[in-house]
């Protein structure tokens, strides 16, 4: 089974990426942090997608539903099989549960229900405009956090 990857494509990341750039180059915010500060604007425009697969997914105990989550991290089975495509990445999807696979595809005695590429196809928009929303907001955090410690060390005389 071949693997399927949704793009989404947010206008003004070149100026995001420069902003991010200058506080790393002038106010003395770490790679780290700005990395840190992708992932956190990742998982949070990827809440609706977790919310709507969710809602959509068939229960019979909840262990399913209980393992569908938006985070930075895969299970070590996960990993094991995912290829990055980008330096930074989040993920929307249901935990290791073998259970998750056969739901959204089917098998061979079971019809296909989908409750993830539905939830990613209905969302994709609001997780575009959120991710562009919350980018700009953390940058500012981010930026008035580095002239806070800025102002705090040069009072300090370093």
Avoid: C, W
């Avoid at 539903?65 to 495509?85: D, E, G, M, V």
């Amino acid at each position: 089974m071949a693997r399927e990857f949704v793009t989404v494509e947010v206008q003004g990341l070149a100026e995001s990426e420069a902003a991010l750039k200058d506080l790393v180059e002038n106010l003395g915010v770490s790679n780290a942090t700005a990395r840190n500060t992708i992932g956190r604007v990742l998982v949070f425009a990827g809440q609706p997608v977790e919310e709507a697969a969710k809602a959509a997914v068939p229960v019979k105990k909840g262990k399913l539903r209980a393992s569908i989550a938006t985070s930075r991290k895969l299970s070590r089975r996960q990993k094991a099989q995912h290829t990055p495509i980008a330096p930074i990445e989040a993920y929307v999807g249901a935990g290791s549960l073998p259970q998750a696979h056969m739901q959204e595809f089917g098998t061979a005695h079971h019809a296909p229900k989908p409750f993830l590429r539905p939830a990613v196809d209905s969302k994709v928009d609001e997780v575009r405009q959120r991710f562009a929303d919350q980018l700009k907001v953390e940058i500012e955090k981010v930026a008035a956090r580095a002239r806070r410690k800025l102002a705090r060390l040069q009072a300090k005389g370093k």
